[in-house]
């Protein structure tokens, strides 16, 4: 029986320490599906990774498909109407990632480009009463005032 020693090197390679966290993560517009974020950049970052969340403070799910090069971000093909909360992580080349930025939140919603807040609609200044209920031809009709 052979015992013998077998001899192992290792050497300590740099791991690159993971670089700050980015600061001041701020939702720059919400729109139909959308959501635009903004940060500030880290020093020593050559990306970032946003996160979303249903939920605060927890739940993160990864919402960018390949790292992100800048400081901002539109998150695209959201649900309109749900409040959605964001946290974005700073990246170096080794892949390793910073904690987490502070949390911001959205709610993605149809843009209401105007809205007629009287009611009847005055048509050119010339009715001073709702119109009469009658109908001509499938739509209603209304006399100017004398």
Request: proline letters at 10%; hydrophobic letters at 40%; glycine letters at 14%.
């Amino acid at each position: 029986m052979f015992l013998g020693s077998i001899g192992v090197n290792l050497r300590a390679s740099a791991v690159p320490s993971p670089p700050a966290a980015p600061a001041g993560l701020h939702v720059t517009g919400e729109v139909n599906g959308q959501v635009g974020l903004a940060w500030s950049g880290v020093a020593g970052a050559s990306s970032y990774n946003v996160y979303r969340s249903p939920l605060s403070g927890g739940g993160w799910a990864r919402a960018n498909s390949s790292p992100v090069a800048g400081a901002s971000f539109t998150d695209t093909g959201l649900r309109n109407g749900r409040t959605h909360y964001y946290a974005v992580r700073a990246l170096v080349s080794a892949g390793n990632e910073s904690g987490p930025s502070n949390e911001a939140s959205a709610v993605p919603h149809w843009i209401i480009g105007w809205a007629n807040l009287q009611w009847p609609p005055a048509r050119g200044g010339d009715l001073v009463e709702p119109c009469p209920a009658s109908v001509v031809g499938g739509a209603p009709t209304c006399a100017k005032p004398s």
